[in-house]
């Protein structure tokens, strides 16, 4: 659960249009027109990424009369479903995903479960990537595709969503080469596997 407090506001006088707030938003909620960055107050999660990379210090963080909170309630969902999502990305359901914000890998599935399918609409619903806004894009994106949805490019055509190769998506020639050189790639997928599929019984 995020509480939002401050919002994005955008000096118009001394922006010069370069678009790098719009770039940089986790929630599309900053849009260059006419040269000129309008900030949505409605959309804005406060991360402050658009003022603090703004090359005209244009953007300042404004305290909201309007703070409200953003979180997605797990217990209305099915366990056993935000479970079977959380073990097909990899991720133990309790595992902090998020640490900014305190968002766990079974919030961000029960928002895919209610219909989100990008990385933006998680994050608006979850508070998820909108502190530090780069620690947690990766957990984020697996949990994205393994609900089935594909990673397309930003709509304004910038590309930021490099998946990195993870221990289950490596070839086994690489493996091999690799294994020889003193590491243990299976090994790590068979620990890592384990401790994703505990459930709370077994840790008796
Ligand atoms: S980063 Fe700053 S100067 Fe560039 S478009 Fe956004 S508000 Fe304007
Ligand atoms: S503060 Fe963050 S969420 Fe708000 S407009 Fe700027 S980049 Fe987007």
Same mark, same amino acid.
């Given at each position: 659960m995020k509480k939002v407090t401050l919002k994005a506001v955008v000096n118009e006088e001394l922006c010069i249009g370069c678009k790098i707030c719009e770039k940089v938003c986790p929630v599309y909620a900053i849009q260059v027109n006419d040269r000129k960055a309008h900030s949505d107050p409605a959309k804005c999660m406060a991360c402050a990424n658009c003022a603090d990379r703004c090359p005209r210090y244009a953007i300042k963080m404004v305290e909201r009369d309007d703070p409200f909170e953003v979180g997605v309630d797990v217990s209305k969902f099915d366990y056993e479903e935000i479970r079977a999502l959380c073990e097909k990305a990899h991720l133990n359901p309790e595992q902090v995903l998020c640490y900014c914000v305190g968002v766990r890998a079974e919030e961000v599935a029960a928002a895919l479960l209610s219909g989100a399918t990008t990385?933006? =609409?998680?994050?608006?619903?979850?508070?998820?990537?909108? +502190?530090?806004?780069?620690?947690?894009?990766?957990? #984020? %994106?697996?949990? /994205?595709?393994?609900?089935?949805?594909?990673?397309?490019?930003?709509?304004?055509?910038?590309?930021?969503?490099?998946?990195?190769?993870?221990?289950?998506?490596?070839? =086994?020639?690489?493996?091999?080469?690799?294994?020889?050189? +003193?590491?243990?790639?299976?090994?790590?997928?068979? #620990? %890592?596997?384990? /401790?994703?599929k505990v459930r709370p019984e077994e840790e008796k």
């Open positions: 990385p933006e =609409e998680v994050s608006a619903m979850t508070g998820m990537r909108t +502190g530090c806004t780069i620690e947690c894009i990766q957990p #984020l %994106l697996r949990l /994205v595709q393994a609900a089935g949805n594909e990673l397309h490019p930003n709509p304004n055509g910038y590309q930021w969503y490099g998946v990195t190769v993870t221990a289950w998506d490596m070839p =086994e020639e690489v493996k091999e080469k690799y294994n020889s050189r +003193g590491f243990y790639f299976d090994e790590d997928k068979a #620990l %890592l596997d384990k /401790v994703v």
